[in-house]
């Protein structure tokens, strides 16, 4: 797999806190959202921060790599020349899905808008690693994935969250960018043992590591990346670090962006951290080398190559028969979004083991069972359609309100101009337009349809208010806005149910 590279302590750089980022003491790298820049252009901080000889790892949130469908070539092609520009080591993704449909499954294609859990089951596994090999063939540097943080929980999963890693790098070579953060999300939400999970990485696999701060709200914890950095995290990066050296550590935040003097106290207490671990395992097992990792049933490896055997495949029932969806028509136009009526209700159905034996399905096959659960769940989440069965309901409701609370964020940010032209009246309008309209082409294009049906409803009722939305709108469409026809359409669509 090859030696990693030492990166040491760094944060991750959003535009909000270059300026600090830059005259923080001890910063040894920083990482970037990779869809936030462009591949021509540098922010000038970063350039800075590169002609310091400061270490800049993209990190992309938007391939979907635990989707069912193969990864977009344009979306890899743009993440690996952002990794050239910027001279990285590596590039970083997660093992999520952000958008489900399309015509593998004959439903619409929806936008999750947020990073959001595979089921951990062999036919995932199989896709993903799939997904994986075609991501490391078009990238010009290692690639290493993220573990996410998960308010739901799949029904009928067959791997535990450690199995399902060690099981992806022994099939990939992939390296892995743990967060402990979410380890301990995980924990909250999913009563999963961060220890467990640590207990069966592979070491020779890890790239960096990520550490970030939330909150726990009625017994559900929120990964934020907004509120500082709690003990029990810093525990797990404790645990984590006495088992292996990391290469890096990675401070996120993402909002409520604190000052310097904190930032600064909490990349110190990373190091404290990470210190006092150090001196524990030495003081623990003075020979060299990582501690021995526990990987399946008793079997202990040190460091170096991991002698992981590929299991044999839990035996499975077919799952349930599920009715083929019907197609669904192309939007009349370029900014109408897919309404809760038109997305077909799809069942999530998940294999559980039987005694009998069954034949390595067909990777295209696994595919559509993989597409048509991850369908009927986004669908849920984004469309208002039931429940998939098996799901927590209350958990569900939870994820989905936190996807249109994020959708309305990244919206306002994108487009700062709506919440300028609609005060207070922007996030309660947004909400109730996210409730039964999925994203289905970015948050931009998302603006645009929010802004698109609010005049054709004739809002705001300000007719100041509303002038100023429709020269908005017609400035970034490029068409006429919504006339009288379009507005008494609207009315009529809304009055039978259908708007």
């Excluded at 199995?163 to 743990?178: D, H, M, N, S």
């Excluded at 009625?218 to 950095?229: F, L, N, Q």
């Excluded at 501690?291 to 349930?320: F, H």
């Excluded at 597409?371 to 769940?377: K, P, R, S």
């Amino acid at each position: 797999m090859g030696d990693m590279k030492e990166l040491g302590v760094g944060i991750g750089w959003r535009p909000e806190i270059a300026d600090a980022v830059e005259a923080l003491p001890g910063v040894d790298w920083v990482e970037v959202v990779a869809e936030n820049i462009c591949a021509d252009h540098l922010p000038d901080s970063l350039a800075r921060l590169r002609a310091r000889g400061v270490t800049v790892v993209p990190h992309g949130v938007s391939l979907g790599l635990g989707g069912a469908d193969r990864p977009d070539a344009g979306r890899l092609a743009a993440l690996a020349a952002k990794a050239e520009m910027l001279g990285a080591p590596l590039v970083t993704e997660h093992i999520a899905f952000v958008r489900a449909g399309g015509p593998l499954t004959a439903t619409p294609l929806l936008e999750a808008g947020h990073l959001l859990p595979v089921p951990r089951t062999w036919d995932a596994l199989d896709v993903l690693c799939e997904n994986v090999r075609i991501a490391q063939d078009a990238l010009p540097v290692p690639l290493a994935l993220e573990n996410i943080a998960a308010l739901v929980s799949w029904p009928g999963e067959e791997l535990t969250e450690g199995r399902f890693l060690a099981e992806l790098v022994e099939r990939t070579g992939v390296r892995l960018l743990i967060d402990v953060a979410n380890l301990h999300t995980n924990r909250v939400n999913r009563g999963e043992d961060p220890a467990e999970a640590l207990s069966a990485l592979p070491v020779e696999a890890l790239a960096y590591v990520h550490v970030a701060g939330g909150l726990e709200r009625d017994g559900v914890w929120h990964d934020t990346h907004a509120h500082p950095v709690p003990r029990p995290v810093l525990d797990i990066l404790a645990d984590l670090a006495s088992r292996v050296s990391p290469p890096g550590v990675l401070l996120e935040r993402d909002d409520r962006f604190p000052a310097p003097e904190e930032l600064a106290a909490e990349l110190d207490a990373i190091r404290t951290t990470l210190g006092a671990a150090t001196v524990a395992a030495a003081t623990d097992e003075p020979s060299a080398g990582p501690r021995p990792l526990l990987i399946g049933a008793g079997a202990r490896v040190s460091g170096g190559a991991m002698p992981l055997r590929t299991p044999e495949r839990v035996p499975a029932q077919a799952p349930a028969p599920v009715s083929a969806p019907a197609p669904v028509s192309a939007p009349a136009s370029a900014s109408a979004s897919v309404t809760a009526s038109a997305t077909p209700t799809v069942q999530a159905t998940l294999v559980t083991p039987s005694a009998a034996p069954t034949p390595r399905p067909s990777p295209d096959a696994a595919r559509q069972r993989v597409g048509v659960a991850e369908v009927a769940l986004l669908s849920a989440l984004v469309a208002g359609t039931p429940a998939p069965e098996g799901f927590d309901v209350r958990r569900l409701g939870v994820q989905r309100r936190a996807l249109a609370a994020k959708r309305a964020d990244v919206v306002a940010k994108v487009a700062p101009e709506l919440p300028e032209i609609l005060g207070e009246g922007y996030r309660p309008a947004f909400l109730s337009y996210a409730r039964n309209r999925p994203m289905t082409d970015g948050y931009r294009h998302d603006a645009l349809d929010f802004a698109e049906g609010l005049l054709i409803a004739g809002r705001p009722e300000d007719p100041v208010a509303r002038g100023r939305l429709t020269a908005w709108w017609r400035e970034r469409a490029g068409v006429r806005p919504p006339g009288p026809a379009a507005r008494l359409g609207h009315r009529i669509r809304t009055a039978l149910g259908r708007g």
